[in-house]
């Protein structure tokens, strides 16, 4: 059997790619903002406006239950995010951002915007492929 090499298996290297463009954004934000991954990662999916549950950001994302829960927490003690019933299953709780948590995204946005350009100019040529190739992995699941 001929060796394994672990750095050419694309499971891998779309493992650690995706880490380490996570933490490059994950420095600018938590230096300027203090927010950890997953208190970010809550705040973008409630910056659509909507009211987000608990259940329905850990299905959108990579991240357990307990971590939206805790980061969630932390937002909402911070004055960023109300959590309300949800309208159909008293069960559940509604999450939005607050005027305050709303100011801050409206911040976070053009450095999220400004980082992202910094990623598509390393890919140059190949920005518009691998986004669509990428489309097309995240669509198969």
């Known amino acids: 059997m001929?060796?394994?090499d672990l750095s050419a298996f694309l499971p891998y290297q779309l493992s650690?790619?995706?880490?380490?463009?996570?933490?490059g954004f994950a420095e600018r934000y938590r230096q300027?903002?203090?927010l950890s991954i997953p208190e970010w990662r809550v705040l973008a999916h409630l910056a659509g406006g909507d009211a987000v549950s608990v259940r329905e950001i850990h299905a959108?994302?990579?991240?357990?239950?307990?971590?939206?829960?805790r980061a969630a927490a932390r937002l909402e003690e911070a004055g960023l995010i109300e959590k309300r019933a949800h309208a159909?299953?008293?069960?559940?709780?509604?999450?939005?951002l607050t005027a305050e948590g709303q100011a801050l995204m409206a911040r976070i946005?053009?450095?999220?915007?400004?980082?992202q350009a910094e990623v598509l100019a390393r890919?140059?040529?190949d920005a518009a492929a691998f986004r669509a190739a990428l489309t097309r992995l995240l669509e198969e699941e």
Request: hydrophobic share 40%; charged share 35%.
């Open 2 to 4: 001929p060796p394994f």
């Open 16 to 23: 650690v790619a995706s880490a380490r463009i996570s933490r």
């Open 32 to 34: 300027e903002f203090g």
């Open 60 to 69: 959108r994302v990579d991240m357990d239950k307990s971590k939206v829960s």
């Open 88 to 96: 159909e299953d008293k069960r559940l709780l509604d999450m939005r």
């Open 109 to 115: 946005v053009p450095i999220a915007d400004a980082y």
């Open 123 to 125: 890919l140059g040529g």
